[in-house]
């Protein structure tokens, strides 16, 4: 089993920055991929971006160039640095862990608002 605690969610003006964390503990030596995905309402989740153990990332073309998603291995924690917010931004975010096996386990979802 893995635990994921994410943090840093909140509300924040359109053009604003945010940084959310999560932080894996449990079977966390076969951590592989670790990412976020947002789920809006009424809408299906999405992934926002991931990066593996070895560093290579991907992202959602509709946050390319604002957000940067980063991991600390020795902390067992991922990042995901939040720039240049816009109100479609506004979502509960998710955090995700894939061990190396394939499983996959979720955090509890941090809720970002983006609004004036």
């Known amino acids: 089993q893995v635990q994921l605690v994410e943090s840093g969610g909140g509300l924040v003006q359109p053009g604003g920055s945010l940084r959310l964390s999560c932080a894996a503990s449990?079977?966390?030596?076969?951590?592989?991929?670790m990412g976020w995905y947002r789920q809006a309402p009424g809408k299906l989740r999405e992934l926002v971006a991931r990066?593996?153990?070895?560093?290579?990332?991907n992202y959602a073309d509709s946050v390319k160039g604002r957000f940067t998603i980063s991991r600390d291995n020795a902390k067992n924690t991922v990042y995901l640095q939040m720039n240049s917010l816009r109100p479609e931004d506004t979502a509960v975010y998710y955090c995700?862990?894939?061990?190396?096996?394939?499983?996959?386990?979720w955090g509890q979802g941090t809720q970002v608002s983006v609004s004036s």
């Open positions: 995700h862990a894939l061990l190396n096996g394939g499983t996959g386990f």
């Open positions: 449990g079977i966390i030596f076969s951590l592989n991929a």
């Open positions: 990066i593996t153990l070895g560093g290579s990332t």
